[in-house]
């Protein structure tokens, strides 16, 4: 029993290692983005104006703020130097977000002023290193908890993601989807079967039952659609 829960420790703290390496390398990788980022060093934040209103159901208010970012620029020309933005945003965030002290954020539109100082305009948060850790988190805890099946769910999900962006960059081109349709249902089922069991007759008998299903579906659509016209 010492033997198991030993290894366990060790792959938790395997886990944890690479987990927290992730996010400081992605936390910290400004060099490699072409956009000026830098973090929010200092956050003032004014109430401007309030309004109230009724949504069908209750009476609520809605609160405006004007926030001035003290930001510190971490790449491109102006790295190092201090940037002052404005921001304005609502109490109930829905279209916009309220930024907090220690934020990365992307920075355009900078302007020098003659006395040396910056102004700009924040787009939006920087959220790459929170991405990355959460998906090392996940596949590590794939590979430790199903072994080589993991590894294979990992990899039938980086060929199906791969598979959905070459589909969609051919519909954005102009290629017709229903076209795509079937191709596309047949190559992600196939690679999923095939992962999960291997070539044998149950994983051809369950391609041909989805690809005779995705056939009928497709052909009622067209015929729908053509009716419709």
Not at 92 to 115: H, L, M, N, P, T
Request: with cysteine; charged share 20%; proline share 1%.
């Amino acid at each position: 029993n010492d033997i198991p829960m030993k290894q366990m420790i060790y792959k938790i703290l395997i886990l944890l290692l690479m987990t927290a390496a992730v996010f400081l390398l992605v936390k910290n990788d400004y060099a490699l983005y072409d956009q000026t980022i830098g973090t929010i060093k200092v956050v003032e934040t004014v109430e401007t104006n309030s309004r109230k209103g009724f949504d069908g159901k209750r009476e609520y208010e809605e609160k405006y703020y004007e926030q001035t970012l003290t930001i510190k620029i971490r790449n491109g020309a102006y790295k190092g130097q201090m940037l002052t933005a404005k921001h304005t945003c609502t109490s109930s965030g829905v279209y916009d977000i309220q930024y907090s002290k220690s934020d990365d954020v992307f920075v355009e539109k900078i302007i020098a002023a003659e006395d040396g100082s910056l102004t700009g305009n924040v787009t939006e948060t920087k959220r790459d290193h929170v991405v990355a850790t959460v998906a090392t988190l996940l596949f590590t805890l794939f590979l430790m908890v199903a072994g080589k099946e993991g590894a294979m769910t990992i990899f039938s999900l980086v060929l199906n993601v791969a598979a959905f962006y070459v589909v969609l960059r051919l519909y954005l081109s102009g290629h017709n989807l229903l076209c795509m349709t079937i191709p596309m249902v047949a190559f992600f089922t196939a690679m999923l079967l095939v992962f999960m069991h291997g070539w044998n007759r149950k994983t051809w008998v369950s391609l041909i039952a989805v690809l005779v299903t995705a056939a009928v579906t497709t052909l009622i659509a067209a015929v729908v659609l053509r009716c419709s016209l």
